[in-house]
């Protein structure tokens, strides 16, 4: 079965300092990964996804994550906050080729302080 | 290019009550999903559509759940009779190929129940 968590409900950076999210993920199989963003009353968007290919994976907006199999882990990263990144991040983890697949986070909530 | 719209944005209605969420994907996109995404949670994927027809809808409460995309192309989800733990947001997404993880969303519709 798998499962992934999100290890912080909260995190709060302040402007232009560097920014974690930190997921661990549980997988029998060798399992794809994504990353999503969602603002305040909008849809989710989708950051960067890990299908198996580089471990680095680099996303959208100045976002990169680094899958690591030893440490079960898919941490978003990013060396610069801006304003404009205060959201909500949700880690995703799916071990077949179909959404039906996917298990949501229960999400991190990312506040940048002025 | 317009992305996935949804309507209404909000809707209040009372428990045992009825009621219904349009949603139009982004044009040429084959693929359709409706997420259900409670207060503090992560999105749960209801029901996927290719097409006019279900690929999967394992985690849809039929007794109370129906979707359909008659003609392909846009969607109604309802809820009848609704209950107190149906409030939630719902969000639709689409995706041009049916194995991808959907990267657009629309901007869902809260639903509130009395």
């Known amino acids: 079965a798998q499962s992934v968590t999100q290890l912080d409900s909260h995190v709060s950076v302040s402007e232009g300092t560097p920014v974690l999210l930190r997921c661990n993920y549980s997988?029998?199989?060798?399992?794809?990964l994504f990353w999503y963003v969602q603002h305040p009353n909008k849809g989710l968007q989708l950051l960067l996804k890990y299908t198996s290919a580089a471990t680095l994976v680099k996303g959208i907006n100045g976002f990169e994550a680094e899958f690591k199999k030893s440490e079960t882990s898919f941490h978003l990263t990013k060396p610069s906050a801006h304003m404009s990144d205060a959201a909500e991040y949700f880690c995703v983890v799916s071990e077949g080729s179909g959404p039906y697949t996917s298990i949501f986070g229960t999400g991190t909530r990312l506040k940048v302080l002025a | 290019e317009a992305g996935v719209a949804q309507s209404p944005r909000y809707k209040i209605i009372e428990k045992r009550q009825s009621v219904a969420f349009w949603c139009n994907p982004i044009s040429g996109h084959a693929t359709l999903y409706w997420y259900q995404q409670i207060l503090g949670q992560g999105p749960k994927l209801l029901i996927q559509?290719?097409?006019?027809?279900?690929?999967?809808d394992s985690q849809l409460p039929k007794d109370r759940f129906s979707a359909e995309r008659l003609k392909g192309v846009d969607s109604t989800l309802k809820i009848q009779p609704a209950k107190l733990e149906d409030s939630a947001v719902y969000l639709c997404?689409?995706?041009?190929?049916?194995?991808?993880?959907?990267?657009?969303f629309g901007d869902g519709t809260r639903l509130s129940i009395l």
């Open positions: 997404a689409s995706s041009l190929e049916i194995s991808s993880q959907p990267q657009h």
């Open positions: 559509f290719q097409n006019n027809g279900v690929v999967d």
């Open positions: 997988s029998s199989y060798s399992p794809s």
